[in-house]
């Protein structure tokens, strides 16, 4: 094996060149709204309201005379180029024909595909889904179960209908020693943050710990050779990207149990497929202000998942050492406040902190909890 031919891993460091994104960046007229919307058969524009949820792209619930649909504007570098989106709405549209809850993206009237460009940005219009977001947490087990499933059907059909993947030589892991070095820095940010509040506190507290674990840990770094295999993923997959029935009680309710849409496909990629589910886990059985898992809540899910084929209980195991890693080592959330001037991830913090913390203590209980 050469490390020309394995492949750099998570946690990415963000771009911190890079402009405004999602929510920061300018909202769409209305006038360019009505002017994207005449090109899809869904007739004349009656009102458009911004969607809350969401840092890295802009959304509008807009109502046409045909009813509502939910317009989405390409804003994430990343993300915001048409191959890819073209190569993204037909995975979704693929998706959507074998039964899947995927709502694919509607065909302009000309005929000219589904994207639809304005003012240098591109945008596409989907059906409007009801539905609500609800945390893992509060999913009795019987959905934790079928949650698990999903991401299994999931990555399983995206073996079908994506491109063939050639399994890389290995994934190189984020390096303790350069993550120290990032850690130190900003604990400098954190103490000379002015003015300075209750999150640059606990930051300081954290980052300290962080160097202590760093050093106590440095040994257990993953080889290139460890990842399980790669697979097509959703990229994205976790609370706010999963539409659940508004009424998931009530008796003979279309999908009760499950899910209505999975939403937000703009990171469908090829990753070690194990990692997803292990990573899902983590945003959606943590509590939400200490961070740590309900492990009973992920062990069912992490049973389901391994039950459609999609992962073996060392797939598992080694995605979950794999992603305790990145976490480890990864800073994105204080990168944006320090480095960038954006708060937006600050409110997840805490959590996010307190969680590694919590799962470095009780790493074997969690590996367990994914594993067996």
Known sequence: MTFSQTLACAPARPDLAAPPIGTLSPPVPRAALAEVLCRYPIGRILTAEPVAEGLLNRGYRVVTEAGPHFLKCYVDAATANRPKIVAHHRAMAALHALGLPVA???????????????????????????????????????????????????????????????????????????????????????????PHDDLDALVERRLAERLELLADHAHRRPA?????????????????????????????????????????????????????????????????TTGTLDLVRVRHYSQAYRATGAATPEHLAAAAHRVWWERLNDFWMLQWRYQRGDHRADPLYPASAGQLAWWCQEYEQVLDAFAN
Request: charged share 20%.
């Open 224 to 288: 290139p050779q460890a990842a399980p295999p790669t697979g097509w993923t959703h990229g994205d997959f976790h609370g706010l990207n999963l539409l659940h029935p508004q009424a998931p009680d009530a008796p003979g309710a279309p999908g009760a149990d499950g899910v209505v849409a999975v939403l937000d496909w703009d990171k469908l990629g090829p990753q070690p497929r194990a990692e997803e589910a292990v990573r899902a886990a983590t945003l959606l059985f943590n509590d939400r």
């Open 104 to 194: 694919p993206p509607l065909t302009r009237t000309d005929g000219a595909g589904t994207v639809a460009s304005s003012g240098g940005r591109l945008f596409a219009v989907f059906p409007w889904v009801d539905g609500r977001h609800r945390h893992g947490t509060e999913l009795p087990l019987p959905q934790c179960d079928a949650l698990g499933a999903l991401l299994g059907h999931l990555h399983g059909a995206l073996d079908d209908v994506c491109a063939p993947l050639d399994q890389p030589d290995g994934y190189r892991s984020a390096d303790p020693l350069d993550s120290a070095d990032l850690a130190r820095d900003l604990l400098g940010h954190a103490r000379a943050h002015r």
